[in-house]
């Protein structure tokens, strides 16, 4: 029997950080965040990375606390410290991200 693998991933959260952006070289934009998964003291935070007119529409639009889901592929990054430990974290590299509904605001809040 032949292998079979999938790197699938759909999360859905609310941002743990606000995003940040910059400009690659080749005119092309990463946005980073890291999305909070789960309630409470129960909650994984998982970095996610974005490129493109999706990663401009993420630093435009949302801030700490959005609701989203993230659509794209599990990524390993491995490196060894100083000291010679290895070290493996785990990211997710979106392809989509989709925008949840904003809370509303009464008029009364200021900017």
Known sequence: MGSFNTNVVVLGGNLATDPESKDLPQGETLTRFRLAVGNGDRAVFVPVSIFGKQADAC???LSK????VVEGRLQ???WETEEGDKRTSFSIKAHRVAFGPRPNRSEDDED
């Open 59 to 61: 630093a435009e639009y």
């Open 65 to 68: 606390g959005n609701p989203v």
């Open 76 to 78: 390993q990054s491995q």
